[in-house]
């Protein structure tokens, strides 16, 4: 029993010995210097002094061999001559490399004549502020939103007559002469209208902030309306090109004893390109 007790004593000593050598040898100061880029071992990697700033040699020596060579097999002229005719920027830059197809992010590049520089991406594209692009004029009033001085498409459109031709064709068949058809005929050629408008004069009394009374709805009037909407109407082919030879197209079919089609042809090839070549 002594003899086991007295085994098991040395081997907690020993233990606690060889923990307090690899903690006394982790907490020195590491000694080994590495002067040249090379393979570190995993016994001294805890001993190594790390470096304070990256290596200035290249780690890459065999960049730039094929100049080298051109170098020393050519004249100084003809490898001028060479490098003026395949080097972009033959002189170089003295802050990047010429052959770089961007510049690191560590060159600084000048930006102006007063010598001032920045480097590449300083400000990153999600740090920057946003760019104001005015949408209105400085005399637009941005709160209007308002459509119907716009809507060219509802323009001729009488909600009270969607039909107007019906209506037109109702009227011819009833009693020229009779005081109610005269005043639907007036009616429906003056198209649709709406209400005279306020004139400015609302519950809470005259208003002039608006001249042409189509800010707020209650002063609209249709004159104002039509006014506005002439400046918005599309001027953009509003009808198809064979309409300006519609009675030419539509003749040539009658002479020929021919159903009229709908709507013209158009022959993108010219007449001589048709002619078949022998």
């Known amino acids: 029993m002594t003899v086991t007790i007295k085994k098991a004593g040395e081997a907690v000593a020993k233990k606690v010995i060889q923990t307090s050598a690899k903690a006394a040898a982790a907490g020195s100061h590491p000694t080994i210097k590495v002067s040249e880029p090379r393979a570190i071992r995993k016994e001294e990697a805890a001993n190594i002094v790390p470096n304070k700033e990256s290596v200035q040699t290249t780690m890459m020596p ?20 060479y490098r003026d005719f395949v080097y972009f920027m033959p002189d170089g830059s003295p802050n990047y490399d010429v052959m770089e197809q961007m510049p ?16 590449f991406r300083e400000v990153s594209p999600g740090s920057q502020g946003f760019v104001e692009i005015p ?30 031709e019906i209506e037109e064709l109702k ?15 007036k009616k429906l050629s003056a198209g649709p ?25 209650m002063s609209v009037t249709q004159a104002a309306i039509d006014e506005e909407l002439d400046k918005h109407m599309p001027d953009h082919l509003p009808e198809p090109t064979w309409t300006a030879n519609e009675e030419e197209l539509i003749q040539f079919y009658k002479d ?23």
């Open 104 to 119: 690191s992010p560590s060159v600084a590049l000048p930006i102006s004549q007063d010598g001032e520089e920045a480097k």
């Open 62 to 81: 065999w960049k730039g061999w094929v100049e080298r060579f051109l170098k020393d097999k050519m004249s100084e002229d003809q490898y001028k001559g």
């Open 135 to 164: 949408l209105h004029d400085l005399e637009d009033d941005p709160y209007d939103s308002a459509y119907f001085k716009k809507d060219t498409r509802r323009r001729n459109i009488d909600p009270e007559f969607p039909h107007p």
């Open 193 to 217: 209208g709406s209400s005279p408008g306020n004139g400015g004069n609302f519950p809470t009394g005259p208003s002039d902030f608006d001249p042409s009374g189509l800010r707020a709805v």
């Open 256 to 278: 020929n004893d021919l159903p009229v089609p709908i709507g013209g042809n158009w022959n993108f090839i010219s007449k001589h390109r048709r002619v078949a070549r022998w």
């Open 171 to 185: 009227l011819a068949m009833q009693d020229p002469n009779d005081p109610e058809v005269e005043e639907a005929k």
